[in-house]
């Protein structure tokens, strides 16, 4: 069964992403969430993002809430933060596969890439 998994890391302050607020969508008509989460200590979600029938082939977006991460934090950047919400889009194409996506964080920049 295909499934859909992310982590946080925390490459400012050398530590996992705790905490952070995670939304999924499917990228079509509806604009709501179809899964959110929260960060555990290790900077993951302690179940899949997608899984089981829900995950079908198609266009995704998760969400991160980075600047409500780095305001918890204690790391304000003035009265607007530049990077708030980290939106990565992506596709999924093989229902059968694990799609990990994980995210390097900063408060000035990211990185992803397709994990395993």
Same mark, same amino acid.
């Given at each position: 069964?295909?499934?859909?998994?992310?982590?946080?890391?925390?490459?400012?302050?050398?530590?996992?992403?705790?905490?952070?607020?995670?939304?999924?969508?499917?990228?079509?008509?509806?604009?709501?969430? +179809?899964?959110?989460?929260?960060?555990? !200590? &290790?900077?993951?979600?302690?179940? %899949?993002? $997608?899984?089981?029938?829900?995950?079908?082939?198609?266009?995704?977006?998760?969400?991160?809430?980075?600047?409500?991460?780095?305001?918890?934090?204690?790391?304000?950047?003035?009265?607007?933060?530049?990077?708030?919400?980290?939106? +990565?889009?992506?596709?999924?194409?093989? !229902? &059968?596969?694990?799609?990990?996506? %994980?995210? $390097?964080?900063?408060?000035?920049?990211?990185?992803?890439?397709?994990?395993?």
């Amino acid at each position: 069964m295909g499934r859909l998994t992310t982590h946080v890391l925390d490459i400012a302050n050398g530590c996992p992403g705790a905490g952070i607020r995670i939304e999924l969508f499917r990228v079509d008509e509806n604009s709501q969430p +179809i899964s959110s989460a929260t960060t555990n !200590a &290790d900077g993951r979600c302690d179940a %899949p993002m $997608l899984a089981g029938k829900e995950f079908i082939p198609g266009e995704y977006e998760l969400v991160f809430h980075a600047g409500e991460y780095f305001n918890n934090r204690g790391q304000e950047d003035g009265k607007h933060r530049f990077l708030d919400r980290v939106v +990565i889009r992506f596709g999924i194409n093989q !229902a &059968d596969e694990h799609y990990h996506v %994980p995210l $390097l964080l900063s408060p000035f920049g990211y990185s992803t890439y397709r994990g395993s």
